[in-house]
């Protein structure tokens, strides 16, 4: 199994503020990861596929990258609507979740 | 557009099997190209693969919960379902329908989910 380690796993920041989370996979997942956004009571919703590919809808201050099995999720400019938890997902081998950076307002 | 809903018991006894129901509108279950999934969320935790149906009617597992899962449609009322046997506390979750699709890197990310279902596993 594939196993996602995400880092921090709290990250306290303030409005405006430019937020990179990270996320490792154990082997290779080429490009094949995705990030969700996850707000309290609500169902996760996708972010960022293909590594760096917006989904439909999501706002240009959220970008992705990736370094071999080093993968991270930028936010600029930290938005009220941002704070939440984050998840990154591989899809090389089956599917397997990271255990979630949770951004919190400083 | 397609919307996902989930339904099902929200206790089970240890021991008893888990079902749940994701009723698809917007949508078929028979769409060409569909993995119709099921993914949880233990308390305060990350989230598990539980397995999928994509649209053909072919299923797979996860191998952690394989012994345990079936997955199956029911196109008539354009629903799929899940069932669990055997439960336990460590299967108290919220439990996701989702949905992927061919386009979607090949069924790799899910980019639509119901709002989620909690199950608790108790006497």
């Known amino acids: 199994e594939i196993v996602m380690t995400q880092s921090p796993a709290t990250l306290s920041v303030s409005p405006g503020e430019r937020v990179t989370l990270s996320c490792r996979a154990s082997?290779?997942?080429?490009?094949?990861l995705a990030w969700y956004q996850q707000k309290p009571g609500q169902a996760p919703r996708l972010l960022i596929y293909g590594a760096s590919t917006r989904a439909t809808g999501i706002p240009a201050r959220f970008s992705g990258s990736a370094s071999g099995t080093e993968f991270t999720l930028t936010i600029t400019s930290l938005q009220s609507e941002d704070f939440a938890v984050y998840y990154c997902?591989?899809?090389?081998?089956?599917?397997?979740f990271g255990q979630g950076t949770k951004l919190e307002i400083k | 557009q397609v919307q996902l809903q989930e339904s099902g018991p929200g206790l089970v006894k240890p021991s008893q099997t888990l079902s749940l129901t994701c009723t698809v509108s917007?949508?078929?279950?028979?769409?060409?190209?569909?993995?119709w999934t099921w993914i949880r969320q233990h308390p305060g935790k990350g989230l598990e693969w539980i397995g999928y149906?994509?649209?053909?009617?072919?299923?797979f597992y996860s191998p952690s919960l394989k012994s345990r899962v079936t997955i199956s449609e029911d196109t008539s009322n354009n629903q799929f379902s899940l069932k669990l046997t055997s439960v336990t506390a460590a299967d108290t979750a919220v439990y996701y329908c989702g949905s992927s699709h061919d386009n979607n890197w090949g069924g790799g990310y899910f980019d639509l989910w119901g709002r989620g279902t909690r199950v608790t596993v108790s006497s």
């Open positions: 149906i994509y649209y053909n009617g072919n299923t």
């Open positions: 997902q591989q899809y090389k081998n089956w599917y397997t």
């Open positions: 082997q290779n997942v080429g490009s094949n």
């Open positions: 917007g949508g078929s279950v028979s769409s060409v190209g569909y993995y």
